[in-house]
């Protein structure tokens, strides 16, 4: 099991506290100051079966794009703090998940090398959370996490169910990527080295 990893990140925009531990249950101690957001957090989680514990304040007078993106720099940069604890990891994880007429596709690669692929519409209205910032999250949390990404919704009507399934999903393909490969000895890539 691997301690957990904490980030702090303090700008004139944000100011950020997160914990994440990979071998939890789905508990959380959420407070980003954006309730929507909070709930998608919690969602994540559950489903990765990570802790998580965020406490984040942010200029949300102006808008949530700064809080939000500087969510996903502190939880990519959790990830890649918790996977130098654990190396030898199943490094792929893929994951389907229906929420009502929307379907979300996940892909994760722990490859070291960042690189978001995100291929997901939006019908206009339906949601007080403005749905760019799904994207800018997860560019910031691959970016920062050394992960390749790829978000695909081939079908989806509802805001809040194509974010929801997002989410889920993500959770539970990063469960699978950072789960423990016993058969491994190193890390998992023939050059010996992500």
């Known amino acids: 099991m691997s301690p957990p990893s904490r980030i702090t ?3 004139r925009e944000t ?5 994440l531990k990979l071998d939890g249950s789905g508990k959380v101690e959420l407070d980003t100051g ?4 909070d709930h998608m957090l919690h969602l994540f989680a559950a489903h990765g079966f990570f802790d998580l514990k965020l406490k984040a304040a942010g200029d949300l ?3 949530d794009h700064h809080t939000v993106e500087d969510i996903g720099i ?3 940069q959790a990830f890649r ?3 130098q604890e654990r190396p030898a990891v199943r490094r792929y994880g893929l994951a389907w998940v229906p929420m009502d007429e929307a379907l979300a ?5 722990l490859s070291n090398r960042p690189f978001l692929v995100y291929r997901v519409n939006f019908l206009p209205g339906g949601s007080r959370f403005d749905p760019q910032l799904v994207q800018e999250f997860w560019r910031a949390v691959a ?6 990404l790829h978000i695909l919704v081939p079908h989806g009507d509802n805001t809040h169910h194509i974010i929801e399934a997002v989410f889920k999903a993500a959770g539970r393909a990063l469960d699978q990527a950072t789960t423990p490969e016993e058969r491994l000895a190193g890390v998992p890539s023939t050059k010996g080295l992500l």
Do not use: N, S
């Open 34 to 37: 954006i309730p929507f957001f």
């Open 74 to 76: 502190c939880l990519g």
């Open 15 to 19: 100011q950020i506290e997160l914990e």
């Open 9 to 11: 990140r303090e700008t």
């Open 105 to 109: 596709q996940v892909a994760v690669d």
């Open 81 to 83: 703090q918790a996977l």
């Open 61 to 63: 007078e102006v808008d």
């Open 143 to 148: 970016q920062h996490g050394g992960m390749t």
